[in-house]
């Protein structure tokens, strides 16, 4: 028995094998994709990220309001049960193609988000500090935190920080087999 299932292992390779060629694409993309992303300033880096995020949510929009509709309708109290219950029927129809859409958006844009991600890595690793001009986010942060400091207009971001008492310094860049384990994580696979 042991003799087929080595066979069957040469001949269409192991289910590491076959993870392995599909995630490798995908990989190849982020790392096609990196050397544009590495010669953006901090703040276009940092508008690049808002912008993903923008496409995300532009592509759900319009179902968002759509169930803000339904849910109005629902507060309705002259409406039958029957009719609330099509309507929350629809809503849960509406939330399966926000799932769908979230899904494709963002394997469209994992390629530029991990090159994004492990670029921002590197200029952390290679620079104790990183200034980007401030955002409210920013503010918030530097208000209970130490690894962020707001000087006038801009943040400064330091790549170490104290954490339980320990001082943490950022000296990672991610390498392929991270980026593999992150793309089999994305699509909801067990990575080892």
Known sequence: MAF????VTKLF?????????????????VKAVSPEIEKLTNDELRQRTEDLKSKIKSNIQS???KIAELKGKIEDNSIAITERE?????????????DEKLEN????????AFAILKDTARRFT???????????FDKDLAAFNDFVDIQEDKA???????AGGN?????MIHYDVQLFGGVALHQGKIAE
Request: aromatic share 8%; proline share 3%; charged share 30%.
């Open 4 to 7: 087929i299932g080595n066979m």
């Open 13 to 29: 390779g192991s289910k590491y094998d076959r993870d392995l060629k599909e995630l490798n694409p995908i990989v190849d993309l």
């Open 63 to 65: 179902d968002q309001d």
């Open 86 to 98: 099509k309507l929350y029927a629809e809503i849960d129809k509406i939330e399966k193609d926000i």
């Open 105 to 112: 958006s963002l394997g469209e844009i994992l390629p530029e």
């Open 126 to 136: 290679q620079n104790e500090t990183i200034e980007v001009t401030a955002t409210d």
């Open 156 to 162: 400064v971001w330091h790549n170490s920080w104290n």
């Open 167 to 171: 001082t943490i310094t950022w000296d």
